[in-house]
């Protein structure tokens, strides 16, 4: 089992930033990768960025050059940058940790935490 904890979301203006993080705890060896997905209201939650236990990063077109997903590996912790926000932007998010085990994908997912940008 892995628990992941958000924090940093809060209200911003147009152009301003904000930087998400997740702390990992519980079965973090397992962990291969973890990212960061958003859900608007009405809308299907969708995939933001990815960051691999290899450090390889990837990032949905809509936020790439203004977004930067890292991590700390003593904290067991990932972090997303959100640089020129937009009011698009606008989400809960939500941080993943992957784990294969037997060949199989499982997901993990945290409570989510609310970005809102104002215009």
């Known amino acids: 089992q892995v628990q992941l904890v958000e924090s940093g979301g809060g209200l911003v203006q147009a152009g301003g930033s904000l930087r998400l993080s997740c702390a990992a705890s519980g079965s973090i060896a397992s962990i291969n990768a973890m990212g960061w997905y958003r859900q608007a209201p009405g809308k299907q939650r969708k995939w933001v960025a990815t960051?691999?236990?290899?450090?390889?990063?990837d990032y949905a077109d809509s936020v790439k050059g203004r977004f930067t997903i890292s991590r700390d590996n003593a904290e067991n912790t990932v972090y997303l940058q959100m640089n020129s926000l937009k009011p698009e932007d606008t989400a809960a998010y939500y941080c993943n940790a992957r784990i294969r085990a037997l060949g199989t994908n499982y997901y993990y997912w945290g409570q989510g935490t609310q970005v809102t940008v104002s215009s």
């Open positions: 960051i691999t236990l290899g450090g390889t990063t």
